[in-house]
């Protein structure tokens, strides 16, 4: 028998995959459920993006490419930061990479020694920690639950020890929406200069923002903090390509040198299709995603008044993002049958079961108080699923 090492039996798989295949599973069978895991945008990818992809297949673009991409998308990423974050990158300091996740997991690689440990604001992307944990880091989280889910400089600086080596600044937020203002961002970049900790922002939702709400990177505030940061990104949000698989890193020479010595062998390039498809994308005018930002805020009124309306829950009105995290705490303790709703696992599955409505327990992002809730879906599902929720809390006893 083929024996796995430690570290394989102790990874845990994304419970919001299980969630969805749990839902997709239920819909297989017949169920009218309503799902509400979706990390990702509910609309197609722009036919302007589809036709590039289609030019480059005829234009026989179907080789490897640089390990770190193809200098026509590196100059297109350093022409994006450069008009929308005020950002001067060359094409030396991109990276593009098979997803935002993998920039990430790059970056962590290349950065970390064993026990070197990582801030990481709570709520988090529950995907972090377990990267962090597989390049040998320490994740050290950082409660925000009651600063709206943004990380004060004080807390920061009370979690560092002499093994800190970075902060994690998610702006927007998964999986609460929160967005740090410019104020905000110098506080946390003050602290980190201090302590001379790297900086990763990930920035994949920069474009879903909303109301009058301005998305800063934190390498804006100045040059020291730029070349202490490094910034991650990609078109799966924003573009609705999610299945494309391309993100980027951008970040000092060094470092981006040395993510791709590590890219090369473990994934040699990107998909060169989607690269190309990508440069096209970055160089457009970006009008096309208005209509998907307005929708999504419609949304985000709609489910945030709906949960407000339930005895019981509760939420935040998210700034960016497409994600509400709902306080279920107000009816611990309670029953649904014969289970007690204990956590946010607990009330999951038992709504799930009971009211074929499936959210991801906010346990998987370290606040068992809450769930997460995705309104990348239609208003129709979300008034129909929050009419369930409401009667599944009135059932409860």
């Not at 030396?92 to 970390?112: C, D, E, M, P, T």
């Not at 999610?242 to 993100?247: A, C, E, K, L, P």
């Amino acid at each position: 028998m083929i024996e796995l090492n430690n570290f394989s039996k102790h990874m845990t798989p994304s419970l919001t995959l299980a969630i969805n295949a749990k839902a997709n599973s239920l819909k297989a069978q017949g169920l009218d459920v309503v799902a509400f895991g979706a990390g990702e945008p509910d609309f197609d990818t722009p036919d302007f993006i589809k036709e590039a992809a289609i030019e480059a297949l005829h234009k026989g673009l179907t080789r490897y490419t640089p390990a770190s991409g193809t200098q026509d998308l590196k100059e297109a990423v350093c022409e994006k930061l450069k008009r929308d974050n005020h950002l001067d990158y060359k094409p030396s300091q991109i990276i593009i990479s098979n997803g935002a996740k993998h920039s990430l997991y790059n970056a962590f690689r290349v950065l970390l020694e064993q026990g070197d440990e990582v801030i990481i604001p709570s709520p988090f992307w529950l995907s972090y920690p377990e990267m962090v944990g597989f390049a040998g880091g320490v994740s050290v989280f950082v409660e925000t639950k009651d600063t709206n889910f943004k990380m004060t400089p004080e807390a920061f600086e009370a979690a560092i020890t002499p093994r800190t080596k970075a902060v994690i600044i998610n702006s927007p937020s998964n999986p609460n929406g929160a967005v740090y203002t410019l104020d905000e961002l110098k506080a946390v970049a003050d602290v980190a200069l201090k302590h001379n900790l790297t900086i990763i922002s990930d920035e994949i939702y920069e474009e879903l923002i909303y109301d009058d709400t301005v998305h800063y990177s934190i390498a804006e505030i100045s040059e020291e903090v730029k070349n202490n940061t490094i910034i991650i990104n990609g078109m799966s949000k924003a573009f609705a390509m999610t299945g494309w698989r391309i993100g980027y890193a951008a970040a000092p020479e060094h470092v981006t040198k040395a993510m791709t010595s590590f890219q090369s062998h473990a994934a040699s390039n990107p998909n060169s299709i989607a690269q190309y498809a990508s440069a096209v994308a970055l160089r457009r005018e970006k009008t096309f995603m208005d209509e998907m930002r307005d929708e999504f805020q419609a949304r985000r009124n709609l489910i945030v008044d709906l949960i407000n309306d339930v005895d019981g829950l509760s939420c935040k009105k998210p700034d960016g993002a497409f994600y509400v995290m709902m306080n279920v705490s107000g009816i611990f303790g309670k029953k649904s049958d014969d289970t007690v709703i204990e956590g946010s696992l607990s009330f999951a599955d038992a709504l799930l079961e009971k009211a074929n409505v499936a959210v991801v327990p906010g346990i998987a992002f370290g606040c068992d108080e809450y769930v997460r809730l995705s309104y990348a879906t239609s208003r129709e599902n979300i008034t129909k699923g929050l009419e369930r929720i409401k009667a599944f809390v009135a059932t409860l006893k």
